[in-house]
């Protein structure tokens, strides 16, 4: 499944921290967003590691789930590329 996650952390140490632990689950496309291919098992601990980094006040964390049919619609303009494969990323 393809997973867009975008975030807002105004704290700049736990914004690192977030940014390094999404990378071992997809791709930095933006600078607050990332592109993952995961199984469920992989978004459920992927969840749960976001959940162990951000402050539940302060900090604001969105996770799109797209379908098989949208993900093969995700349009890029401009530089960059849809991530495609999976299995770069580690857990």
């Known amino acids: 499944m393809l997973i867009a996650v975008a975030y807002d952390i ?3 140490r736990r914004r690192t921290r977030l940014a390094k632990a999404l990378e071992d689950f997809g791709r930095r496309v933006q600078d607050s967003v990332f592109e993952c291919l995961l199984t469920a098992d992989q978004t459920a601990a992927m969840q749960r590691r976001i959940q162990a980094l951000i402050d539940q006040k302060a900090d604001s964390v969105r996770i799109y789930r797209l379908c098989a049919e949208c993900s093969q619609r995700v349009e890029v303009l401009g530089w960059g590329t849809v ?6 990323y580690i857990l």
Not at 83 to 88: A, G, K, L, Q, W
């Open 83 to 88: 991530s495609e494969d999976p299995d770069v």
């Open 10 to 12: 105004p704290d700049d």
